[in-house]
C-alpha cells in the first residue's frame, strides 16, 4: 500500500484543491508570514530601545554630573560674593559707628555748653 500525501492546501480534507482553499490557504501562509515580520520587527524596535534607554541613561548622569559641577562653582562663587559682601557691609557698619559716634560726641558736647550758658545765665 502506498502511502497518499495529502496536499496541504485540501483544508477539507476531500482529497481536492478548489480555488477557494489556495486562496485560504495562502492567505493563512502570507498571515503567518506578517505575524513573524511583525514579531522580527517588534523584536528589533525592543532591542533598539534598550540601546536608546542606555544612551539615554548615560547622557542623564553626563549631564548630572555636570549641572552638579555647576552647582558646586556657583555655590563657591555666591560663597566667595557673600564673603566680599559681608567684609564691604561690617566696613560700612563701622564707618557708620563712627560717624554716629562722632555725631554723638558733638551733640554731647554742644548740650555741655548749652547747660553751662543756661547756668550762666541764672547765675
Known amino acids: 500500500m502506498a502511502e497518499e500525501t ?3 492546501m485540501d483544508l ?3 482529497g481536492k484543491v478548489t480555488i477557494a482553499e489556495k486562496v485560504q490557504y495562502y492567505a ?6 506578517v505575524e513573524q515580520a511583525a514579531t522580527k520587527a517588534f ?3 525592543k532591542e533598539d530601545t ?4 542606555a544612551k539615554a541613561a548615560d547622557k542623564a548622569k553626563e549631564f548630572g554630573a555636570k549641572a552638579s559641577d555647576k552647582a ?13 559682601l559681608g ?4 566696613e560700612k557698619a563701622k564707618d557708620v559707628y563712627a560717624d554716629a559716634k562722632e555725631g554723638l560726641a558733638e551733640a554731647a558736647d554742644k548740650a555741655k555748653a548749652k547747660v553751662e550758658e ?3 545765665k541764672k547765675a
Open 6 to 8: 495529502k496536499n496541504p
Open 12 to 14: 477539507n480534507g476531500d
Open 28 to 33: 493563512g501562509k502570507a498571515g503567518e508570514k
Open 43 to 45: 523584536n528589533e524596535v
Open 50 to 53: 534598550k540601546d536608546l534607554r
Open 72 to 84: 558646586k562653582e556657583l555655590g563657591a562663587k555666591a560663597s566667595d560674593k557673600a564673603k566680599e
Open 87 to 90: 567684609a564691604k557691609a561690617a
Open 118 to 120: 543756661m547756668k550762666a
